[in-house]
């Protein structure tokens, strides 16, 4: 949010500082304190599945070069509509 806030301020389009500045700054600041009262085993384990998941992603994406695959909920909606009864 901050960068997005900084680009559009330059560009001249003024967005509000506590939504996009003061509210993501508290938020980071919170989430690295719970990150530091954390068990060892906890951090281990989810840097495991962080690493795991841009592997995963890793290999969707064929080394970064394209995008990501979308998520397509669309097509899983119609399906449902088309199975409910009516």
Do not use: K
Request: glycine share 6%.
């Amino acid at each position: 949010m901050i960068p997005v806030w900084v680009r559009l301020r330059r560009a001249g389009t003024p967005r509000p500082v506590l939504t996009h500045v003061v509210l993501p700054v508290l938020g980071a600041a919170a989430d690295l304190y719970l990150l530091t009262r954390l068990d060892h085993t906890a951090v281990l384990l989810g840097s495991a599945w962080l690493v795991l998941i841009i592997a995963c992603l890793g290999v969707l994406t064929r080394d970064f070069r394209r995008e990501p695959p979308g998520l397509r909920l669309e097509a899983r909606e119609q399906a449902a509509s088309t199975a409910a009864p009516q």
